[in-house]
């Protein structure tokens, strides 16, 4: 019997969860490390499970079946872990994380001083520099206009690096 080895799939845009199915109707063995984020419409808290690593979806499978997970549509590739052992103590450390009750996110690479773009919300589009973070997901951002600065509280995930 072959040995089991880790890949890291590169999913299609949002395609993390119909990777996880599919492999799941082929018998792979599957991993998508997810957190819970809630958010309110309406005035009804709906609480969704998002990938912690979004485009991303851990497989252990033997090397002869890498060419079933390529055929599916959901992968736009399949990397290989060179280091199985750490690979695997991480992965393990990663999920134990996820079982406590303590608030889990990827920590964002926007970090003070950056230049970013908001990309949702009424301010869309408008640029500004991060002047400080507050936590994982708050940060405040300054905007300059016509010589004056302005500052406004956003979260972090309506922003992307400029």
Not at 79 to 84: A, S, T
Not at 87 to 111: K, N, S, W, Y
Not at 112 to 126: D, M, Q, S, T
Request: with cysteine; net charge positive; aromatic share 8%.
């Amino acid at each position: 019997m072959e040995p089991l080895l880790w890949y890291v799939a590169h999913t299609q845009p949002r395609c993390e969860k119909k990777l996880l199915q599919f492999c799941v109707r082929k018998d792979l063995s599957a991993t998508l490390p997810c957190y819970r984020s809630a958010h309110k419409y309406r005035g009804k808290t709906v609480v969704f499970q998002k990938p912690l690593f979004p485009g991303y979806v851990f497989i252990q499978m033997p090397l002869e079946r890498r060419g079933v997970v390529l055929q599916s549509d959901y992968v736009a590739n399949l990397l290989d872990v060179h280091d199985q052992e750490l690979f695997t103590r991480q992965l393990g450390e990663v999920m134990q994380a996820l079982e406590t009750d303590l608030e889990i996110r990827l920590a964002p690479t926007i970090g003070e001083g950056a230049r970013v773009k908001i990309k949702n919300g009424p301010l869309r589009g408008v640029e500004g520099w991060v002047e400080k973070r507050y936590g994982m997901s708050v940060v405040l951002l300054r905007l300059d206009f016509i010589g004056q600065a302005a500052a406004v509280k956003l979260e972090a995930t309506d922003l992307e690096m400029v």
